[in-house]
């Protein structure tokens, strides 16, 4: 496989290239990934990542802001960096389902979380929405969870190639950092 420039470029999957790479980010990348791995429903079975998540500090869960009845944080798989996720605490699967207390913290959570991202990495755009059930696209469908995804006129093309190396768990920690600082009190 080759880089931009026609260099070789390391196969993402190869554990033996990774290890084989000064790489100080690791640790970083771990417990971010074994809050969720081990707690989250392809290892356990049972438990769900949007309830568990509450129960971890901020950094663990990669929280940036706990409202009253909904909480925000980085998707640990995210399609940009910034890829926030509103959530209700409540374990509750389709948005007709959420009461009208949930419905407005998610919506007043997502204008904050757009206003923050504007201001610390100056987003051109934004993807919102809301993937309702497994065959419309979630993930998680048990859990209802609204996208907020910032998106930049360069991203293109770019986030995919970095995303699945070294440095987009690097700057997770870093972007809950940014984020958890610029939110408003
Ligand atoms: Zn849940």
Redesign the pocket.
Known sequence: MRDYDGSEYPEAESSRTFAAVPDGFARLWTPHRIAYIEKGPAASGDE?V??TAPTLSDEQALIVHRGTTAYVLLNLFPYNSGHLLVVPYR?VATYDAATPEEVAEVGSLTQTAMRVLTATSHADGYNIGMNQGAIAGAGIA??LHQHVVPRWATDANFFPIIAQTKVLPRLLGEVRDEIAGAWPA
């Open positions: 769900c949007f309830c374990h048990a859990h």
